[in-house]
């Protein structure tokens, strides 16, 4: 398993993830479906309107109790599997079988003037957007979406083809998983890269013998096209759509193939479609060495709330250096190996709250305690306590190797694991051999098309200059391939941006809502 490979990708839910956080602690046509119902065992057929029901349960098993003044509705529609309408979309298996896709809607009390859905992508590929739109729908005291925006649409949050609830495939052991995770991040004996290599050869060879030639069918075009089935769901003429991380890929993705369906599209923390796999490695190396240099000269200057300065770098390497050969022994007997160190580093990055967590956690991991260190790995690979993982990394591996036709060879990548460790010490090695994943996934590919979106309206992309999963550079391309594209940069830390400043929160409100494109050039401060 590759964990480390499209970093880019990666959800880590940011904004659902604070919500969650804060709650625990207080072109083809495809014809508008009929407004009929046609199910089968609940499930709305391909062309059939969907049958809501109330599911507050879903919010309880979240968070314990759902938003005040909420209402959830879930419901099942059926799509092809295989769309076969061209365009990249692979033809052949899939026949006339469907995939499930689930959905879920929160709707205000509050209501009024309804404009239509937003829909909801939180990234990854592999999250859970039923999940997010529950997160979201808590509002912005909670890190979820302002009252402007739920007070005019329905909140919409769909689980992507393979994903949780939605016919999710199932590949890879919890077993694997734990190696993978706690595996040395920069393997730089020949043995050790042999064994990651046999590693990830095993899981392949899993997937591959249990979906066979199914697996192309979890790409981000098939998906994109799903979206499309989602907006003719919730009763849309036109999509409105909040993506972030690789939700802007599938948000991208789907103005490519329905331009005149698209109202408004946010795609915050911008993937650049256009990289292959060599080169999104490496900028995402680039820019997780950028993140971690901004927290060093915090914990450097605040002293008082980062317990490992004045030099936190030479405290995380040794860390990780120490953890190589005698990783310390937590609860049950677990080891904090170096591979579980590195993920601890790798998700406090994605929130500049984080950083303060990585100081304690390295400080304590000094101490003999490594509970910390676990706590924040785990939340990055959806480890629960028991050791059982989702299938979020399964259909997160899956999803990007059906995208990518790239695929290095055993010795490029050995030796891009060793110029990367010269330029970005921390996270180059890992992101080298993080694409030893997709270089030997089984079967066919299927990419999704890069290009402008002729014919759609002004699309909003959203960047954050610190941004370590999905560098700031990636936002202007994308908005530039697109054409349409208008950037909003904000000048903060972290994994995306809306809506945790006013200025950002104001501008994007305002696109979703009357359709204002900010001014071309608008930058947002820090705070």
Excluded at 172 to 194: C, K, R, V, W
Excluded at 400 to 414: F, V
Aim: overall charge negative.
């Amino acid at each position: 398993m590759t964990p480390t490979a499209h970093l880019v990708r990666r959800v880590r839910l940011t904004l659902a993830g604070l919500a969650a956080a804060a709650l625990l602690a207080a072109g083809c046509t495809l014809p508008t479906l009929a407004p009929r119902t046609e199910t089968q065992g609940g499930v709305a057929a391909p062309g059939s309107a969907p049958t809501w029901r109330d599911c507050p349960e879903v919010a309880e098993d979240l968070v314990g109790r759902g938003a005040p003044g909420m209402r959830y509705e879930c419901a099942k529609i059926a799509v092809p599997r295989n769309w076969g309408t061209g365009g990249g979309a692979t033809a052949g298996p899939g026949g006339g079988e469907t995939f499930e896709i689930s959905l879920l809607r929160a709707r205000s009390s509050k209501q009024r003037n309804r404009i239509g859905s937003l829909v909801i992508n939180p990234g990854g590929p592999g999250g859970s957007g039923v999940d997010t739109a529950v997160y979201l729908s808590f509002g912005q005291a909670f890190g979820g979406l302002p009252a402007s925006i739920t007070d005019r649409f329905d909140i919409v949050g769909f689980d992507p083809r393979g994903v949780a609830r939605s016919s999710p495939l199932k590949c890879i052991s919890d077993a694997d998983l734990d190696t993978s995770f706690g595996f040395d991040p920069d393997p730089a004996s020949q043995e050790l890269f042999d064994d990651y290599v046999a590693l990830n050869r095993k899981i392949g060879t899993g997937c591959g013998d249990k979906y066979g030639d199914q697996l192309p069918l979890y790409g981000t075009e098939q998906a994109a096209r799903d979206v499309d089935a989602v907006r003719a769901a919730v009763g849309d003429e036109k999509l409105t759509y909040l993506g972030y991380s690789y939700g802007t890929l599938l948000g991208a993705t789907y103005a490519q193939l329905y331009p005149q369906r698209v109202r408004a599209l946010v795609l915050d923390g911008a993937v650049d479609p256009q990289q292959k796999l060599v080169a999104g490695s490496e900028s995402q190396a680039k820019g997780f060495e950028r993140a971690f240099g901004n927290f060093t000269r915090w914990c450097a200057a605040n002293a008082g709330r980062c317990p490992i300065a004045p030099d936190a770098r030479a405290a995380v390497t040794a860390a990780i250096d120490k953890a190589k050969v005698s990783p310390v022994r937590g609860a049950g007997g677990r080891e904090a190996t170096s591979g579980w160190v590195f993920y601890a580093v790798i998700s406090s990055l994605y929130t500049e709250s984080g950083w303060e967590e990585l100081g304690r956690a390295i400080d304590k991991l000094e101490g003999g305690d490594p509970a910390d260190v676990f706590r924040l790995a785990d939340a990055y690979a959806g480890r629960e306590e028991d050791g059982h993982y989702s299938n979020l990394f399964d259909a997160n591996l899956t999803i990007n190797c059906a995208d990518e036709t790239e695929k290095p060879s055993l010795e490029q990548i050995r030796q891009l694991q060793s110029q990367w460790r010269q330029k970005y010490p921390l996270f180059g090695p890992a992101l080298a051999v993080g694409m030893l994943g997709c270089a030997q996934w089984p079967g066919q590919r299927d990419p999704y098309p890069t290009g402008k979106a002729v014919g759609a309206p002004p699309i909003l992309v959203v960047g954050t200059t610190g941004d370590p999963a999905t560098p700031y550079e990636q936002t202007p391309r994308l908005a530039s391939m697109l054409g349409v594209g208008r950037v909003l940069t904000w000048e903060g830390e972290g994994h995306t941006a809306y809506p945790q400043t006013t200025c950002v929160t104001n501008a994007v409100d305002a696109y979703l809502i009357s359709l204002t494109v900010p001014r071309e050039g608008l930058r947002c401060p820090a705070r």
